[in-house]
């Protein structure tokens, strides 16, 4: 099974209106992560933010927010007054541990939504 | 402040011939560091990760190999290219706490085209 789904292949947007992108997971792991990741055309991958399973409120970095429905195993990247400069791909992840209780190399990130900003 | 770098940033290789992707990290000691390969219109696979020098773990099966002979150096290699090698190539690293907020750091990426 799929650990992360992004069921939006590509998003339009027009130019300081909100959009959501949505994410939802799969684990069984009580303690996990969840981070969003931009990635423009140049091909970096950029941190944007994260949630943690035990938060109790929804992450939020500037215009980024996070809306996290633990009950429903989603995670949706809420951006607020978009700009053109937004328009790029976005990546959601999860950080899992394995059964000794590491996380390293647990990171499963999903396809991706492209998202466009237009004037 | 850390930055990581990579190079280089684009490859064209023949089927048959060896790889070598560099990655190098300053401003931190001991990161963790990782591999991924993201193929056209994917998400990103994990291909190796390393907890410190010598230490190399393979998440899947494949042509390439990974070598760690510094603390903040990682090496992707491959001693004969196959046309399924071609991608986009990520080099990352974290601080290494092994927690759930571990926060990865991308390098700028190599797209590598076997031909």
């Known amino acids: 099974a799929q650990k992360i789904t992004q069921t939006q292949p590509g998003m339009f947007v027009q130019e300081k209106e909100a959009v959501t992108l949505d994410c939802t997971y799969d684990t069984s792991d009580p303690s996990y992560g969840l981070f969003w990741y931009k990635q423009p055309s140049s091909g970096e991958m950029i941190f944007l933010i994260y949630?943690?399973?035990?938060?109790?409120q929804n992450a939020t970095e500037g215009r980024y927010s996070l809306n996290f429905q633990k009950a429903r195993k989603s995670a949706n990247l809420v951006i607020s007054a978009s700009q053109l400069g937004d328009s790029a791909m976005y990546f959601c992840a999860m950080r899992e541990r394995n059964d000794r209780g590491s996380t390293l190399g647990r990171l499963y990130f999903g396809r991706g939504t492209q998202l466009t900003v237009w004037p | 402040s850390q930055t990581i770098h990579q190079w280089p940033a684009t490859l064209v290789q023949p089927v048959g011939s060896p790889l070598s992707l560099e990655c190098t990290v300053e401003?931190?000691?001991?990161?963790?560091l990782y591999w991924y390969r993201q193929a056209a219109g994917r998400g990103l696979q994990l291909l190796f990760y390393s907890v410190g020098i010598g230490q190399i773990s393979s998440e899947v099966p494949q042509n390439l190999s990974a070598s760690r002979p510094q603390d903040r150096q990682f090496i992707l290699s491959s001693k004969k290219l196959l046309l399924s090698d071609s991608g986009f190539y990520l080099c990352?690293?974290?601080?290494?706490?092994?927690?759930?907020?571990?926060?990865?750091?991308f390098g700028s990426g190599t797209q590598l085209s076997v031909l």
């Open positions: 990352a690293w974290s601080l290494g706490t092994g927690a759930p907020n571990e926060k990865l750091f």
């Open positions: 949630q943690g399973s035990y938060d109790q």
């Open positions: 401003g931190t000691s001991n990161p963790n």
